[in-house]
């Protein structure tokens, strides 16, 4: 799963990775280095023909859903994203690019302990994870629009700290993932597959266990953490 993630680029900075995206505009949210279910983060989805950014709250609410009490998924597995009726329908016709510079996984240690570790790109750059977004009216009257994101199985590397990963897509396939008529799901599976993100992994200090924790500190290598405290 992807629990906690981060985003501290720009969208000026994502504007070089996200073909077409409108970035003329203000930031409309801080960076975050220590993003958690029910906060709100940065998204990119397709707006009258344009690629804009929004400020949505993850964890999905789809438009149907009338009870506060039901879970709201954080991820959705790309295994069988396109059969559950929680999200066949945003599979379908709203799916979204979630920001990200990096994120968490906590890998189990001996002992029942569990070690955090940061996860992104090896060149340092930001990416785009595979997301659905859904508006939904009727929890609270008003308009409420949230998020979550697609997991595949980890890749070999991946796999050392945590089973699952999110799916990370590349730039030529961006335009067809925000595209709602590119709605047959064969093709859109296949959008998902077979991308191979170079990431590189280390261990960080359990100070980002608290999602009230959210500075740098948090994506700082434990070896740094260690020799500094």
């Known amino acids: 799963m992807c629990g906690r993630f981060e985003r501290h680029s720009t969208l000026a ?27 709100q983060a940065l998204i990119v ?6 690629h804009t950014a929004a400020a949505l709250q993850w964890g999905l609410a789809p438009a149907w ?22 999200f066949r329908g945003p599979f379908r016709h709203q799916r979204c690019l979630v920001l990200c510079d990096g994120y968490y996984e906590w890998q189990k240690q001996p002992g029942g302990r569990k070690q955090p570790y940061y ?17 939904n009216t009727q929890l609270t009257g008003e308009a409420l629009e949230t998020f979550c994101i697609v997991t595949t199985e980890a890749t070999a590397a991946a796999s050392e700290i945590h089973a699952r ?17 590119v709605s047959d799901t064969d093709m859109v599976r296949e959008l998902m597959a077979g991308h191979q993100a170079d990431l590189r992994s280390y261990p960080v200090s359990t100070f980002v266990n608290s999602p009230a924790n959210n500075s740098a500190d948090c994506v700082v290598p434990l070896a740094e953490h260690q020799s500094a405290s």
């Open 13 to 39: 900075e994502f504007s070089e990775v996200i073909e077409g995206l409108v970035a003329d505009g203000p930031d409309l949210l801080r960076p975050s280095y220590n993003i958690a279910p029910s906060q």
């Open 65 to 86: 859903v009338k009870d506060p009490k039901m879970t709201r998924p954080i991820n959705a597995r790309a295994e069988t994203v396109h059969e559950r009726p929680m």
């Open 119 to 135: 996860l992104g790109l090896a060149d340092n750059t930001p990416f785009v994870l595979a997301g659905l977004w859904s508006l």
């Open 165 to 181: 990963m999110p799916v990370v897509l590349p730039r030529p396939v961006h335009s067809d993932w925000l595209d709602s008529a």
């Open 45 to 50: 989805r397709a707006t009258s023909g344009t």
